[in-house]
């Protein structure tokens, strides 16, 4: 008889196992964003092959510092460490779809009440056996989970790789900001210098009476505005090397960084092609793989409307001698399947189907939005890599117009053919290009990088 019954269950749960596996609630599509055929700016045509975009620049000191990033940056391994934490996630979603077993032991002693009727003596019971649970995904509740999980994976993933792209162009811009600031010190170096230079001639001929207290009182604020705009210079020149220290996680205490003056003009990523961006983009890809998972979760939310069926088991022994355990008179199981049908909730299963709605339309609304930010990102870069050349070569022209102009005038005073204010307004005129010029060159780089952080680091 316990054979034939042992039979029947088994039918069953067989028959329950196959009929598994029907997932109910929307599967998920993906996204659909109008991207644009073409950018409205023109882009960089040239095939570029390197394993890395760092390895554009050809700097071995800017990819020692990204390097270093990569491995110490403590942001991006807490961020590692998340993405662990997810992939874990999907294991234990996993597990529902596996039966659970358990073992247990117990013993008792209890004595019946005398008034029942009962003899009123202690008595010992023993017992140890398995507990099986094996709920049957019969409209996939736990594949939802799953689904879930390995999306949010998925997007941790991606959010890792956003940020490390992010810390690695934050180097190359600091790095880059760096140099072209060399660039604008020594400039202004070499003003102090000559203003010091020129307080001293002022002076001798104060003296001799060939100039007026006038020109010594105007050399003497040229040199202190020159002296304290270095001191601004060098100020930031260590704010940007604190700032890398921070970001290949160093201490700003111990860390230092030689860079020589910025010159040459970038090498510019293309940026592919429009409907590529949707797939390069980490940022993007972590908005999408959001949206994949509040679409399983509102699976999860339907399935919860349907039974769920568990098969149920155990098996052991028991007896009131544990010495009896081994005898066949003390063995005992059971194995059946369980249903449990939701009926009256209170409105809880379908407040939490309206909010795995809602927060499915929040994520799609976020990817869209962020779709419509890495666009206009790109083609900000693109803009600022056409004008920004056009605005260099001007700032070129201007830098050596300015030092030829600040040569002759320095010769003209020197000759008493102009007066000393026309001398300074040249040599203002001519520190004031050159400083320009650094900072153009360095805003140059700087977009170069954006640029490639706006096509996703990769455009291959």
């Known amino acids: 008889m316990k054979t034939r019954h042992y039979k029947h269950h088994s039918l069953l749960a067989a028959s329950l196992i196959i009929l598994s596996g029907c997932a109910v609630g929307p599967d998920y599509k993906k996204a659909e964003s109008a991207a644009p055929l073409a950018y409205s700016q023109p882009t960089p045509e040239a095939a570029i092959d390197v394993a890395h975009w760092v390895e554009l620049y050809n700097e071995p000191q800017l990819a020692a510092l990204v390097e270093l990033a990569r491995l110490y940056n403590y942001n991006l391994d807490a961020l590692y460490q998340r993405t662990l934490q997810s ?71 991606a959010a890792y790789d956003e940020l ?55 050399s003497e604020t040229l040199l202190a505005e020159s002296e304290a705009d270095l001191a601004a210079l060098l100020r930031t020149s260590e704010a940007l090397e604190h700032a890398l220290a921070v970001l290949t996680g160093q201490y700003a205490t111990d860390f230092e960084v030689d860079v020589g003056r910025l010159a040459g003009s970038p090498v510019v990523a293309p940026v592919g092609l429009p409907s590529s961006l949707l797939t390069r983009r980490p940022d993007l890809r972590q908005a999408e793989f959001a949206l994949q998972a509040a679409n399983a979760r509102v699976g999860v939310a339907t399935a919860n409307f349907y039974p769920r069926i568990t098969i149920g088991g155990s098996a052991g022994f028991a007896a009131l001698d544990a010495g009896n355990w081994f005898k066949n008179t003390a063995g005992f ?79 003209q005073y020197r000759s008493g053919l102009i007066d000393f204010i026309s001398a300074l307004d040249a040599e203002r005129t001519a520190l004031d290009a050159e400083r320009r010029l650094a900072q153009v060159i360095g805003d140059e780089y700087e977009n170069s990088v954006r640029l490639i952080r706006s096509a996703g680091g990769n455009w291959q």
């Open 164 to 218: 490390l792209l992010l810390t690695e162009t934050d180097v190359a811009i600091n790095y880059f900001r760096l140099r072209a600031l060399k660039r604008e010190i020594e400039a202004v170096e070499r003003s102090v210098e000559t203003r010091r230079e020129s307080l001293d001639i002022i002076e001798q001929r104060f003296e001799s009476g060939t100039v007026s207290d006038l020109d010594v009182a105007q």
């Open 333 to 411: 199981y059971s194995i059946g399947p369980e249903v449990s049908l939701p009926i009256f909730q209170g409105g809880r299963l379908r407040s939490e189907l309206s909010r795995t709605e809602l927060a499915y339309a929040e994520a799609l609304s976020l990817y869209q939005q962020a779709v419509v930010e890495a666009f206009a990102e790109v083609e900000d870069a693109l803009s600022g890599w056409r004008h920004l050349s056009t605005q260099r070569a001007a700032r070129e022209r201007a830098a050596s117009s300015a030092q030829r102009a600040q040569s002759i005038a320095d010769k």
């Open 87 to 157: 992939r874990t996630i999907i294991n234990r979603e996993r597990s529902g779809r596996r039966p659970q077993v358990n073992t247990n032991a117990a013993a008792n002693s209890f004595e019946d009440s005398e008034e029942l009727g009962n003899s009123g003596e202690s008595e010992d019971s023993y017992s140890a056996g398995l507990t099986l649970g094996w709920e049957l995904d019969l409209f996939g509740r736990v594949a939802r989970l799953v689904e879930a999980a390995e999306a949010d994976a998925e997007a941790s993933q």
